[in-house]
């Protein structure tokens, strides 16, 4: 499903930011996180950390990621209790010291867009998968992370490797609708927006009939194909009013000929079923 996933991706539109790394001597701490709109990556090299928010409760484990949805409080502790703020060292006695206060617990911010929630459906706190077991992709990005000069990361370098353990959660957590494998290739077709459009386009190399394709199509995302299609469709041009966009800005640079013509195609968007 990587590219039907990538294409929903980037029709919701995501920002990563580059993250940091917790730091304390002390063995126990916990950090709130208030509400900022935004979303939170949490990753760890080497340690368990606890991850609340409200009452969701996951624990993210050594080489594992967790994305929490960010209108809450969101408190990370080293432990199932709370314990106090992580405290540094204004100054060590030796240089290396200072290492000792690195805890491999890296938090940073991601913003979806506005459709986010209709798109990828996500858990309040989803995490990378299967439960407990490291993950390679956001093992390798952590481990890259700990070669950097002095433990910082750089520029684009930092950016793609936050996007990296963010991405990674988001694949191993897909929408609902992404659930039939047998369909992966037909979505991967009708979410690409240069790809084909006409039924007959679709099946090419699939083995069902058009008549199969609508039923499992409608059991998994209660759309037809069509209606898949045109609601995918509509997602660049419904982000962009989202955004503030001018209607007729909008629908000229979507090819409508009127704002009142774009209202019509939007009326008869269906928006698939995507419920965990």
């Known amino acids: 499903m990587g590219d039907a996933l990538r ?10 930011g580059r993250g940091s790394e917790i730091l304390s001597d002390d063995e126990s701490w916990s950090i709130e996180v208030e509400p900022t709109g935004t979303d939170v990556w949490v990753a760890t090299r080497s340690r368990s950390v606890w991850i609340r928010r409200g009452r969701d409760i996951a624990i993210v484990d050594a080489g594992t990621a967790a994305l929490v949805e960010g209108h ?5 502790s080293t432990g199932s209790e709370r314990s106090g ?5 204004e100054t060590y006695a030796f240089p290396h010291e200072a290492l000792f206060a690195l805890t491999g617990v890296l938090v940073g911010a991601a913003t979806l867009g506005p459709l986010a929630d209709e798109v990828l459906a996500l858990p309040p706190v989803a995490t990378t998968g299967p439960p407990g077991a490291p993950s390679p992709d956001v093992g390798l990005a952590l481990r890259h992370v700990g070669h950097l000069d002095g433990g910082r990361w750089h520029g ?12 990674t959660v988001l694949r191993d957590n897909p929408p609902p609708m992404l659930g039939d494998n047998g369909l992966a290739r037909v979505l991967d077709r009708l979410f690409d927006p240069a790809g084909p459009s006409s039924m007959r386009a679709l ?5 069902m009939s ?6 499992r199509c409608a059991a998994a995302t209660g759309c037809t194909p069509a209606q898949l299609g045109r609601w995918f ?5 419904r982000s962009a009013l ?9 629908a000229t640079r979507f090819g409508f000929s009127t704002t009142s013509s774009m209202r019509r195609a939007l009326d008869r968007v269906r928006p698939p079923t995507n419920r965990r």
């Open 210 to 215: 058009e008549r199969t394709l609508e039923r």
């Open 72 to 76: 809450a409080t969101i408190t990370i």
């Open 156 to 167: 684009a370098q930092q950016q793609a490797l936050a996007r990296l353990v963010v991405t």
């Open 242 to 250: 989202s955004r503030g966009d001018r209607p007729s800005d909008v």
């Open 7 to 16: 294409a929903l991706i980037d029709a919701v539109g995501l920002q990563v």
């Open 233 to 237: 469709r509509s997602l660049a041009v």
């Open 203 to 207: 099946l090419v190399g699939v083995r």
């Open 85 to 89: 703020p992580p405290h540094v060292a």
